[in-house]
């Protein structure tokens, strides 16, 4: 119901910036992305799934992981049904494939069973 595609990886140094793009599109009438939590996950080779930072509906409030608190920003523009998350400085520890995610609810969670949609993922290698 829910196709979410991200862009925006890439391969950088340490001590550089990425910004992710997550654009959200519903195949139904029914949904509307806008209402949606939308957040970001990542993962590593031979690491499980980890949460990196997720918004409510209105991007009013956030929850970040420990781990990017300080460095990485998540935020939403709804006109343009599009989901971001600014990565700044970037370190090894932050190379995965980053995933965009939808939940059929308008709050914002931490854990990836919360969330019912999923994007292909971007990779992201930050080299030291």
């Known amino acids: 119901q829910v196709q979410l595609v991200e862009s925006g990886g890439g391969s950088v140094q340490a001590g550089d910036s990425l910004r992710l793009s997550c654009v959200a599109s519903?195949?139904?009438?029914?949904?509307?992305?806008?209402?949606?939590?939308m957040g970001w996950f990542r993962q590593s080779p031979g690491k499980q799934r980890e949460f990196v930072a997720a918004?409510?509906?209105?991007?009013?409030?956030?929850l970040v992981a420990d781990s990017v608190k300080g460095r990485f920003t998540i935020s939403r523009d709804n006109t343009q049904n599009t989901l971001y998350l600014q990565m700044t400085p970037l370190e090894p520890e932050d190379t995965a494939v980053y995933y965009c995610?939808?939940?059929?609810?308008?709050?914002?969670?931490?854990?990836?069973?919360?969330?019912?949609?999923w994007g292909q993922g971007t990779q992201v290698i930050v080299s030291s």
């Open positions: 519903a195949s139904t009438r029914t949904v509307s992305v806008r209402n949606l939590g």
């Open positions: 918004t409510n509906w209105s991007g009013g409030r956030n």
């Open positions: 995610a939808a939940r059929g609810g308008p709050q914002e969670k931490n854990v990836d069973y919360e969330y019912d949609f």
